[in-house]
Nanobody, 116 residues
Framework: QVQLVESGGGAVQAGGSLRLSCAAS????????MGWYRQAPGKQRERVAR????????YAGSAKGRFTISRDNNAKNMVYLQMNSLKPEDTAVYYC?????????WGQGTQVTVSS
């Protein structure tokens, strides 16, 4: 089992920045990748960014050039999402995700609200 706790959400004006953090605990040695997803009202959950244990990253098109995902090289249980140049369409609940070979784990989500 892996437990995930997100923090760092909030309300910001368009053009502002936020940094989300996610702390993993439990069977973290079996995690192969971590990522951030988001879900806006009435929409499906979508992946925003993902980083593997090897440091490979990928981003949704909407996030490229504005968001940066990173993991703490020392404390492998932390993953961050730096979000810059935020837009109203970035408003959503953001979820941290941890992947094992056969299972995925989710945090409880943190609200990000961007006003115009």
């Amino acid at each position: 089992q892996v437990q995930l706790v997100e923090s760092g959400g909030g309300a910001v004006q368009a053009g502002g920045s936020l940094r989300l953090s996610c702390a993993a605990s439990g069977s973290i040695s079996s995690i192969i990748a971590m990522g951030w997803y988001r879900q806006a009202p009435g929409k499906q959950r979508e992946r925003v960014a993902r980083v593997t244990n090897g440091g490979n990253t990928n981003y949704a098109g909407s996030a490229k050039g504005r968001f940066t995902i990173s993991r703490d090289n020392n404390a492998k249980n932390m993953v961050y999402l730096q979000m810059n140049s935020l837009k109203p369409e970035d408003t959503a609940v953001y979820y941290c995700n941890a992947e094992q070979v056969l299972r995925n784990f989710w945090g409880q989500g943190t609200q990000v609200t961007v006003s115009s």
